[in-house]
């Protein structure tokens, strides 16, 4: 089955933990602190592997969580970084944030790769906080927590040539007869209901990868018919072979139509060149009907072809068309990660919130820190207590009318009020 889009949660791996550990050893009575640092968490990486060309593989799994890095341990010991949590994703991949809709990255080129989820940074461990006041520090850091993100990945399959056209047109023939793709050919409409990939070898030097997009019909840039689904699969091809079905009641109709609908979707699909195809010349009718069609379309400005896909008359003439325009097309814009500018968020900013239950400190920092302050030690519990005064929430909190025994709240931890 053709999936072009899903939706996943990542989550990278928290941090490991600083040790808070001292000598233990024969004659050495007073040991110092030696408790080591935390590894870093794992990332979470989206990587493009050229041999796929369908999202399904995320449709049954869609939560992904790194590895956390391994905790700090005496003697200075670092805990062991975790090893990235690696998706692997088809060329072509759009990332989008599902939360907040922003553009994250276009993954196209082969083995490119995306950090989306940032590993937490390892906690430090006692041996970082000796001064001379404090030779024996009880205060360490817990690792970083990870982040966490909801993501929309959307594909856009990279072809050279799109083939287009109305159902039943012969698409999905002209595509067999011309590559080793393999797709569901029968004699009534949208037996395409999802686009194929051909690879087509026209020598030793040349080849093209063609696109049979599932046939459009009015108001497919609406979505009728899965129409919107299906046209963007033809925005990053260079250039579209137009297939028109010879026994159509009005075949320059169905091409109006259908030119309309891609412009109606994205106006630069108008802008791309057309080889058009006349097909079916294997009827007797069809054969009557192509001086007329033949000398409307010229009349329009293009130069037709005549084909019949079953038989495969005259299609190499048409793949010979089709890579002189890809030839002559211009270079697309294609922006890798394209990251969207945001100031940076200050993590000493903080607000107070009144609730039933106390005062709520919302602060990013700050809840990061509280997330990594290690409260069952006095060492680390004054350091927080230091940061939160230097930042001015002590003030903040008496300001906003705390009193004695009153709880606050930072992230999921709670602390009463002591003047």
């Known amino acids: 089955m053709f999936i072009d889009e899903a939706q996943i949660n990542v989550r990278s791996g928290k941090g490991g933990d600083g040790a808070v550990h001292f000598r233990r050893e024969k004659f050495v009575p007073r040991g110092g602190p030696d408790g080591g640092d935390g590894g870093r968490g794992g990332d979470v990486i989206l990587k493009v592997q050229h041999t796929l060309n369908t999202l399904n593989a995320l449709r049954y799994t869609m939560k992904f969580i790194a590895d956390e890095g391994g905790n700090g341990a005496r003697q200075k010991m670092t805990g062991r970084s975790a090893k990235a949590k690696v998706i692997l994703v088809p060329p072509g991949t759009i990332v989008y944030d599902a939360d907040s809709g922003e553009l994250l990255g276009d993954l196209v080129e082969r083995d490119q790769e995306m950090i989306v989820c940032k590993g937490g940074r390892g906690g430090r461990g006692n041996v970082h906080f000796v001064s001379a006041r404090h030779q024996v520090p009880r205060t360490g850091e817990k690792g970083e927590p990870g982040e966490e993100k909801n993501l929309r990945l959307e594909l856009k399959l990279l072809a050279d040539v799109g083939i287009v056209g109305v159902p039943n047109a012969g698409k999905s023939s002209f595509l067999a007869a011309v590559s080793n793709a393999k797709p569901k050919i029968a004699d009534y409409p949208f037996t395409t209901l999802e686009p194929n990939l051909g690879v087509v070898e026209l020598d030793y030097e040349n080849s093209l990868v063609l696109a049979d997009i599932p046939g459009l019909i009015e108001g497919a840039h609406m979505g009728a018919g899965l129409g919107d689904a299906f046209l963007r699969h033809i925005q990053r091809t260079k250039v579209l072979i137009h297939v028109l079905d010879g026994m159509a009641e009005d075949p320059i109709a169905d091409f109006s139509q259908i030119n309309a609908e891609m412009a109606l979707f994205d106006p630069a699909l108008k802008e791309k060149a057309q080889v058009v195809v006349f097909n079916k010349m294997d009827i007797p009718e069809v054969q009557e009907r192509w001086g007329a069609i033949q000398e409307e379309l010229v009349r329009r400005g293009y130069v037709p072809m005549s084909i019949s896909a079953m038989a495969r008359q005259d299609v190499n003439q048409v793949l010979w068309k089709a890579l ?20 940076e968020e200050d993590p000493s900013e903080f607000s107070i919130v009144r609730e039933n239950e106390g005062y709520r400190v919302i602060s990013k920092g700050i809840e990061r820190a509280a997330k990594m302050t290690y409260w069952e030690h006095d060492g680390s519990l004054r350091r927080f207590q230091k940061l939160i005064e230097s930042l001015g929430v002590e003030d903040a909190l008496r300001a906003a009318g705390i009193k004695e025994g009153d709880s606050v709240f930072v992230a999921e931890f709670e602390m009463e009020w002591q003047d």
Do not use: G
């Open 324 to 343: 002189e325009l890809v030839q002559k097309a211009p270079e697309q814009q294609v922006a890798l990660q394209m990251p969207t500018y945001r100031p």
